[in-house]
Nanobody, 115 residues
Framework: QVHVVESGGGDVQAGGSLRLSCAAS????????FRWYRQAPGKEREFVAS???????NVVDFLKGRFTISRDNAKNTAYLQMNSLLPEDTAVYYC?????????WGQGTQVTVSS
C-alpha cells in the first residue's frame, strides 16, 4: 500500500522560509510525478509545483522566484523550498504522487505565515 507523507510545515513570520518534504513509500515502482498543491481557508485547492522523475520542474507563475521544487529519487522524496513567505501563502500544503498512473495524496501539512 502506498503512503504519501508531508512534513516540514509550521508557523513562520513573513519573509521567512520553510522547506516541505513529501515522502512516498510502499511501492516498488518509481514515482512518475510529484506535485504540490495548497488550499487556503475558504478557497479551492490550487496547483503549486511539479517535478517529474527526470528532474524537470514546473512552478506556477505567481510563485516563481520564491518557491522551488526538487526531488531525491533514491529517497522517493520531493521537496518544496519556500522563501520570502507572505501571509497569503498560509494554507494546507498537499503532496500528490503519481505512480503507474495512479494518484496518491498525503494528509497535508499546515503552513501559517504571520505578518
Amino acid at each position: 500500500q502506498v503512503h504519501v507523507v508531508e512534513s516540514g510545515g509550521g508557523d513562520v513570520q513573513a519573509g521567512g522560509s520553510l522547506r516541505l518534504s513529501c515522502a512516498a513509500s510502499g511501492s516498488t515502482f518509481s514515482i512518475k510525478v510529484f506535485r504540490w498543491y495548497r488550499q487556503a481557508p475558504g478557497k479551492e485547492r490550487e496547483f503549486v509545483a511539479s517535478v517529474i522523475s527526470a528532474g524537470d520542474t514546473n512552478v506556477v507563475d505567481f510563485l516563481k522566484g520564491r518557491f522551488t521544487i526538487s526531488r531525491d529519487n533514491a529517497k522517493n522524496t520531493a521537496y518544496l523550498q519556500m522563501n520570502s513567505l507572505l501571509p497569503e501563502d498560509t494554507a494546507v500544503y498537499y503532496c500528490n504522487a503519481i505512480i503507474r498512473d495512479m494518484s496518491y495524496w498525503g494528509q497535508g501539512t499546515q503552513v501559517t505565515v504571520s505578518s
